[in-house]
């Protein structure tokens, strides 16, 4: 963003990288005033310098994308503990999912070149076009309705958590274990086996209207919740059981009664969902791992 009064936005600056810019809405900054005029906060942003392409600033876009959604996932903060013992950073996960995004489920591949299709139409050549674009009132009603304006970041982590968390959850594990496997000629199966199960099962439809019905359950050789507790570096083998736990995962009444509340509020879409998740938090969303019983 290039701000009013920045050092970055000076003259000097600006001709030192060789800005290329456009313009786009602030998301959710807008107001039809008495006299029917439409009036938008505006901000300028660079989309590419001397040493940065157009096509590079799309990808970096989607890379935000796999970060935001990857990095604030509670349940994967499971993975990260596990291939941090391996010597695998949480940026060499994202980045590898990056780099081969063909591996992808193919509705995630659609996803993600549809935020990469925002992501160019958001861009305007002058403040000028986008005023007068939103003066017609069939395009100001996109924005009420948040078909327009919105945050894209936000708009389309929304959708992968409450659509497509299933789908993202078993890229993410894929990547992870291929990463696991170039690391290391251990033998990693079973435990990464118990951290996969956790990851899926925290992440179980969170938003469906039967998600209180369905409540997955595994049953674990490792005490998963001891070694998540460990401040320890340990490996998960430390922790096997003489007896298996059964773990189910499940959602509060009180975490149901919230979204919903927040649902009635926002309306029961994509863009209520979005509100949703920035208004309760990821704690009110995820599933609790649940013990019943040794096995």
Not at 172 to 180: M, N, R, T
Not at 256 to 277: A, C, M, P
Request: hydrophobic share 35%; charged share 25%.
């Amino acid at each position: 963003m290039l701000l009013d009064g920045s050092e970055l936005n000076t003259p000097k600056e600006r001709q030192t990288w060789n800005f290329n810019t456009k313009f786009r809405i602030l998301p959710r900054d807008f107001v039809k005033l008495k006299n029917g005029k439409v009036v938008l906060e505006i901000e300028e942003v660079a989309i590419g310098s001397n040493t940065l392409s157009f096509d590079e600033y799309v990808k970096l876009r989607l890379f935000a994308l796999l970060i935001l959604i990857t990095q604030s996932t509670p349940a994967y903060q499971t993975l990260f503990k596990f291939l941090k013992l391996y010597d695998i950073e949480t940026f060499d996960l994202v980045y590898s999912m990056l780099e081969n995004i063909d591996l992808a489920p193919q509705v995630l591949q659609k996803l993600f070149n549809q935020f990469k299709q925002s992501t160019i139409d958001e861009l305007w050549d002058t403040e000028e076009e986008i005023e007068k674009h939103y003066q017609d009132p069939k395009e100001y009603n996109k924005l009420l309705n948040g078909t327009s304006g919105q945050n894209l970041l936000f708009y389309f982590h929304t959708l992968t958590v409450s659509e497509y968390i299933h789908d993202y959850t078993n890229f993410v594990l894929k990547l992870a274990k291929d990463l696991i496997t170039k690391k290391t000629e251990k033998n990693v199966d079973k435990e990464f086996h118990t951290i996969s199960n956790y990851c899926t099962g925290i992440c179980h439809n969170i938003f469906g209207n039967d998600r209180m019905e369905t409540n997955p359950e595994f049953d674990y050789e490792y005490d998963i919740l001891a070694w998540m507790n460990s401040k320890v570096a340990s490996f998960l083998s430390s922790f096997k059981l003489d007896k298996k736990l059964k773990i189910i995962f499940k959602l509060t009444e009180e975490q149901y009664k919230t979204v919903e509340d927040e649902l009635d509020i926002f309306g029961h879409n994509k863009i209520g969902r979005s509100q949703v998740i920035k208004v309760v938090g990821h704690h009110g969303l995820w599933r609790k791992p649940v013990v019943i019983k040794q096995v």
